[in-house]
């Protein structure tokens, strides 16, 4: 499961066109949590781009509809990191997302650092 990227930032990406001529598209039976809804109704959609062979399958809604427009947008960020590699908007922006969330990770530690060190000070001006 790849996370999706935000529809706002969506736009600014320069991302690859996917010609439908290139796309193969299956409705298949879900999988997961949902009981009779998910058993009994093929909306699941599995989308292939056959030059790459990269296969993207799509259960996130109840809507077929929805779901192969997210199947969509999942695959275009797949190939274009396939083609492009560390010169995609894709690749960069994972890289800048992980970037503040070690810089996040780290100013929580510094701050519960900085709040043991406080309560050990406070201990010893109460003895």
């Given at each position: 499961?790849?996370?999706?990227?935000q529809a706002a930032r969506k736009k600014s990406l320069n991302l690859l066109e996917l010609?439908?001529?290139?796309?193969?598209?299956?409705?298949?039976?879900?999988?997961?949590?949902?009981?009779?809804?998910?058993?009994?109704?093929?909306?699941?959609?599995?989308?292939?781009?056959?030059?790459?062979?990269?296969?993207?399958?799509?259960?996130?809604?109840?809507?077929?509809?929805?779901?192969?427009?997210?199947?969509?947008?999942?695959?275009?960020?797949?190939?274009?990191?396939?083609?492009?590699?560390e010169d995609s908007d894709v690749f960069k922006e994972r890289k800048a997302s992980e970037?503040?969330?070690?810089?996040?990770?780290?100013?929580?530690?510094?701050?519960?650092?900085?709040?043991?060190?406080?309560?050990?000070?406070?201990?010893?001006?109460?003895?």
């Amino acid at each position: 499961s790849v996370p999706l990227l935000q529809a706002a930032r969506k736009k600014s990406l320069n991302l690859l066109e996917l010609p439908e001529a290139e796309l193969e598209e299956q409705f298949v039976r879900g999988d997961g949590p949902g009981g009779q809804a998910t058993n009994k109704t093929n909306n699941c959609v599995v989308l292939k781009h056959i030059p790459s062979g990269i296969v993207v399958k799509c259960h996130q809604t109840r809507s077929v509809e929805k779901n192969r427009k997210i199947a969509r947008e999942i695959l275009q960020e797949k190939v274009d990191l396939f083609y492009k590699g560390e010169d995609s908007d894709v690749f960069k922006e994972r890289k800048a997302s992980e970037k503040q969330k070690q810089e996040k990770k780290r100013r929580a530690k510094e701050n519960l650092e900085r709040k043991k060190l406080f309560k050990e000070m406070q201990q010893l001006d109460k003895e």
